[in-house]
Each structure stands twice: as C-alpha cells, then as structure tokens.
C-alpha cells in the first residue's frame, strides 16, 4: 500500500489541525493504520493507531485527550484530528500501514507532512 499524507502547517498554540493520508490499493480496510511523529533531533515516535475496522483505537499518553484518530474505509482514508496544539507537537508527521495480524507491526510509510505550532 502506498500512502500519501497531508494537512500540516504552521499553528499557533492552542488551534487545531486534521491530518490526513490517502492510500493506494482496494486492500485498505486489510490494514491497521497509524501515525507516528519525529521532532529534530529526536527519534520517531508513536502517536496513534487504529484498527482495520476502526473499532479500537490507541494514542501515545502525551496526546491522549487532544488527538483523535479514525478512518474511512471507503474513502481510503485515515485521519489525524489534533485539537489544543502545543510546540511540543511541532515535528514530522508520518502516517504507516500495518497488515492484519502483524500486531501493529508497520511496514509501510508515507512521505511525512509537517506540522509547526508556535508558542
């Protein structure tokens, strides 16, 4: 599958921003989906995941509460809702693609949108 991010920007503090990431293929609804963020100088980290059917859903604590993630499987889409911004969030953000039953072992990546919030 390939995947295709976008809806970053510069924010101030405390604004909103949707993240989405379109993907290639039929087969999306075989994929749990995820979002992942590296700041510079930083390692990538895990933000949220969601499930094939989107029916479970989990987030990294630092944005538990303010990001929401969810998709639509006829639109092959899924999204990244993230509410009450903080500079902290400033970083790269890369959506991922992980096959049913690889345990959220993901294996596919997008290109990575950029994401700014300025204090």
């Known amino acids: 599958v390939q995947l295709q991010a976008s809806g970053g920007g510069l924010v101030q503090a405390g604004a909103s921003l949707r993240l989405s990431c379109a993907a290639s293929?039929?087969?999306?609804?075989?994929?749990?989906m995820g979002w992942f963020r590296q700041a510079p100088g930083k390692e990538r980290e895990f933000v949220a995941a969601i499930t094939w059917s989107g029916g479970s859903t989990h987030y990294a604590d630092s944005v538990k509460g303010r990001f929401t993630i969810s998709r639509d499987n006829a639109k092959n889409t899924v999204y990244l809702q993230m509410n009450s911004l903080k500079p902290e969030d400033t970083a790269v953000y890369y959506c991922?693609?992980?096959?049913?039953?690889?345990?959220?072992?993901?294996?596919?990546w997008g290109q990575g949108t950029q994401v700014t919030v300025s204090s």
């Open positions: 293929g039929r087969t999306f609804s075989s994929y749990d």
């Open positions: 991922a693609a992980a096959p049913l039953g690889a345990s959220y072992d993901f294996r596919s």
